[in-house]
């Protein structure tokens, strides 16, 4: 008989100081380490209530709409002559993506802590979205850091956000993109931290936000491996999701982590090439360093300076990937792939046209790489794609790039 080494469970990392092996941490100013120990302790606390688990998950029902489906993609099934082919809807969640998950968990947090002010960052809009419909729903304060650059691109989105009650600032520092909106917000936290609570909108940043991230979209994982049972009586051969900071990947796979016969797929976008600035593949262009409290694959020059990035879809489009991810790719347990622009913009396509359903550009990269894969297995495989948002938001821009002129 072999002895069987029980491995650590995975809830005991990160260890107390939010390594991930050689990656996370907390590299923050020394202002915020306080606020940073307050959160984790209020974060175990709640962790193990029951009182505020059930309120969690009453709200993930009747605000949210979870569970949300597992859907057998049928005619893409036929048509790719594969894998069978499913899809996780987390685009049909109030607000159109995963994102709700973390922003209603965060803000029942901060109530709970009680904090009545919440700030966030956003890029394209979607996480100020998130974050501003729970504020008006649990009656929090609410102030949205984005770049000036993304306020002109996503102009309705703000006004979305101005509809909940949320006050949006604009940011005119350096590239006015996502990166500067999240320094703007922490300056805003260690400023105002004792009434404040900073919600940030993936699994990134300083320790204890992977963790709790992660731990607030693991309900997409762990609804995945029940339904999947119902429907196929076995797991599947492959979990696939896009990567931006990761947090739709790292909530969908971790329930999954311990079932060695399933492969897991993360996607990067690969933008227009492989050159420096024409694409958000951590993995293929960076390195080891430190952004915005957390140590993980940075793109960045020789100097340490963070290189620009370009993704089709803005919630891919950012230099760092979360430090969970980069242990276990070092671990071999999830492996990385990329789609490139126009690999999205097909997959877009497709989605819609086999099955009415528009997905998400960020979630389109994702689709890309499930159905190059679906089409190379045997029909006895299942393959899972985590459909992270809807691609309402995304319309104007597919057409653009299809070089389409909307009606
Ligand atoms: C924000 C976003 C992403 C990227 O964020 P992750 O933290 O990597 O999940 C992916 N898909 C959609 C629809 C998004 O809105």
């Given at each position: 008989?072999?002895?069987?080494?029980?491995?650590?469970?995975?809830?005991?990392?990160?260890?107390?100081?939010?390594?991930?092996?050689?990656?996370?941490?907390?590299?923050?100013?020394?202002?915020?380490?306080?606020?940073?120990?307050?959160?984790?302790?209020?974060?175990?606390?709640?962790?193990?209530?029951?009182?505020?688990?059930?309120?969690?998950?009453?709200?993930?029902?009747?605000?949210?709409?979870?569970?949300t489906?597992l859907?057998?993609?049928?005619?893409?099934?036929?048509?790719?002559?594969?894998?069978?082919?499913y899809l996780k809807r987390e685009d049909?969640?109030?607000?159109?993506a995963h994102?709700?998950n973390n922003?209603?968990?965060?803000?029942?947090?901060?109530?709970?802590?009680?904090?009545?002010?919440?700030?966030?960052?956003?890029?394209?809009?979607?996480?100020?979205?998130?974050?501003?419909?729970?504020?008006?729903?649990?009656?929090?304060?609410?102030?949205?850091?984005?770049?000036?650059?993304?306020?002109?691109?996503?102009?309705?989105?703000?006004?979305?956000?101005?509809?909940?009650?949320?006050?949006?600032?604009?940011?005119?520092?350096?590239?006015?993109?996502?990166?500067?909106?999240?320094?703007?917000?922490?300056?805003?936290?260690?400023?105002?931290?004792?009434?404040?609570?900073?919600?940030?909108?993936?699994a990134?940043?300083?320790?204890?936000?992977?963790?709790?991230v992660r731990d607030f979209h693991r309900v997409i994982g762990r609804e995945t491996k029940?339904q999947i049972?119902?429907?196929?009586?076995?797991?599947p051969?492959e979990l696939i999701a896009c990567v931006g900071?990761g947090s739709n990947a790292i909530g969908f796979f971790f329930d999954f982590l311990?079932d060695?016969?399933v492969k897991l797929i993360g996607v990067?976008?690969?933008?227009?090439?492989?050159?420096?600035?024409?694409?958000?593949?951590?993995?293929?262009?960076?390195?080891?360093?430190?952004?915005?409290?957390?140590?993980?694959?940075?793109?960045?020059?020789?100097?340490?300076?963070?290189?620009?990035?370009?993704?089709?879809?803005?919630?891919?489009?950012?230099?760092?990937?979360g430090?969970e991810h980069?242990?276990y790719?070092?671990?071999?347990?999830i492996?990385?792939?990329?789609?490139?622009?126009?690999?999205?913009?097909?997959?877009?396509?497709?989605?819609?046209?086999?099955?009415?359903?528009?997905?998400?550009?960020e979630s389109?990269?994702g689709?890309?790489c499930a159905?190059?894969?679906?089409?190379?297995?045997?029909?006895?495989?299942?393959v899972i794609l985590n459909l992270s948002g809807?691609?309402?938001?995304?319309?104007?821009?597919?057409?653009?790039?299809?070089?389409?002129?909307?009606?």
């Amino acid at each position: 008989m072999t002895v069987q080494t029980n491995p650590a469970p995975r809830e005991l990392l990160p260890d107390e100081r939010g390594h991930f092996g050689p990656y996370g941490g907390m590299y923050v100013p020394e202002t915020l380490m306080t606020a940073l120990y307050e959160l984790n302790e209020a974060y175990l606390e709640a962790r193990r209530d029951t009182g505020f688990q059930a309120e969690l998950r009453r709200l993930l029902k009747e605000y949210a709409g979870r569970p949300t489906e597992l859907y057998l993609a049928e005619r893409l099934t036929e048509e790719l002559g594969g894998a069978k082919l499913y899809l996780k809807r987390e685009d049909l969640l109030h607000t159109g993506a995963h994102k709700i998950n973390n922003a209603l968990a965060q803000a029942l947090l901060a109530k709970r802590m009680g904090k009545k002010r919440i700030i966030a960052e956003t890029g394209a809009g979607q996480h100020g979205i998130a974050t501003a419909s729970v504020c008006a729903k649990l009656g929090l304060e609410c102030v949205i850091y984005m770049g000036a650059v993304d306020m002109e691109r996503q102009s309705l989105n703000v006004y979305r956000m101005r509809l909940c009650g949320a006050e949006v600032r604009g940011v005119e520092a350096g590239q006015k993109t996502l990166k500067e909106a999240i320094n703007e917000a922490m300056r805003d936290w260690v400023t105002n931290v004792r009434e404040t609570h900073y919600i940030l909108g993936s699994a990134l940043g300083a320790h204890p936000y992977p963790m709790m991230v992660r731990d607030f979209h693991r309900v997409i994982g762990r609804e995945t491996k029940t339904q999947i049972l119902e429907k196929e009586g076995r797991l599947p051969d492959e979990l696939i999701a896009c990567v931006g900071g990761g947090s739709n990947a790292i909530g969908f796979f971790f329930d999954f982590l311990d079932d060695p016969g399933v492969k897991l797929i993360g996607v990067e976008a690969g933008g227009r090439g492989a050159s420096p600035g024409d694409h958000a593949a951590r993995f293929r262009g960076g390195r080891l360093g430190v952004l915005q409290g957390c140590k993980t694959f940075i793109l960045q020059n020789t100097d340490g300076q963070i290189e620009l990035t370009h993704s089709v879809s803005a919630g891919l489009d950012y230099a760092a990937i979360g430090p969970e991810h980069a242990y276990y790719r070092d671990k071999r347990r999830i492996d990385y792939d990329q789609a490139t622009d126009a690999e999205a913009l097909d997959a877009f396509t497709r989605l819609a046209r086999g099955e009415g359903i528009i997905p998400a550009l960020e979630s389109s990269h994702g689709a890309a790489c499930a159905l190059r894969r679906a089409a190379g297995l045997g029909k006895d495989k299942i393959v899972i794609l985590n459909l992270s948002g809807r691609g309402d938001k995304d319309v104007r821009e597919a057409a653009k790039q299809l070089g389409e002129k909307l009606p």
